[in-house]
């Protein structure tokens, strides 16, 4: 298995839902990376886990929490989120931190 | 932090033409540079990379160049096609300190080729 995969595709939820996005890969990778895209913007670094402990936290709100339950798994848990969070999530992996990045296919979140 | 500024910002070529994405960076310590591909709705995808110990790394249509001592790397497209049409992000590594791991993106490159 070559790539990193996304659940779900796509993701409405109202603003007082609690939901969680879902990353995996199965290339042995150990940095694991949560980013947030806005429409013609470049990636935006949220997180970076390596060998599953959190080294990087780009201030992001509290109502945005990871969790990295292994080294191929990667959780983003979404709770009261505002409707400016509206954007494509995407996670990536590399083999270590600061190595090549890939991408997954993201998940396109619509906050009502 | 490092700063990457990426330019044109948007770039129309006939097909068959060449195309060439320019970037700069501001810290020394920047020691890899990827390029990203992103079409619509699609994931980025990495199409060609070149560490700091290289000038220049070239795969099939594609190549990139890197300029260590006035901080400038550039994507360099031949023969372009209607498929390669995209936004195209360069990028940049510090692999030292707190910074490692963070990929400092350029702004993006709106690619169009025109059959």
């Given amino acids: ?112 | 932090g490092e700063n990457v500024e990426q330019h044109p910002s948007t770039l129309s070529v006939q097909e068959g033409d060449s195309a060439v994405i320019k970037c700069t960076y501001s810290d020394s310590a920047s020691n890899y540079f990827p390029w990203y591909k992103q079409e619509l709705g699609k994931r980025p995808q990495l199409i060609i990379d070149i560490r700091s110990n290289v000038g220049e790394k070239k795969d099939q249509r594609i190549a990139v160049t890197l300029n260590k001592t006035a901080k400038h790397f550039s994507l360099h497209i031949t023969e372009t096609q209607p498929e390669d049409s995209a936004v195209y992000f360069c990028a940049a590594i510090i692999e030292r300190g707190s910074t490692l791991g963070r990929l400092y993106f350029g702004r993006g490159t709106q690619l169009t080729v025109w059959p």
């Fill in chain 1, 1 to 112: 298995d070559t790539e990193v995969t996304q659940t779900p595709k796509h993701l409405v939820m109202g603003m007082t839902n609690k939901k969680s996005l879902k990353c995996e890969q199965h290339m042995g990778h150990r940095a694991m990376y949560w980013y947030k895209q806005k429409a013609k913007k470049p990636p935006e670094l949220m997180f970076v886990y390596s060998y599953e402990k959190l080294s990087i936290n780009e201030s992001v709100p509290s109502r945005f929490s990871p969790e990295c339950p292994n080294s191929s798994l990667l959780n983003l848990h979404l709770h009261a989120l505002q409707p400016e969070d509206s954007a494509l999530y995407l996670c990536a992996s590399s083999l270590s931190v600061g190595s090549e990045q890939f991408f997954g296919p993201g998940t396109r979140l619509t906050v009502l």
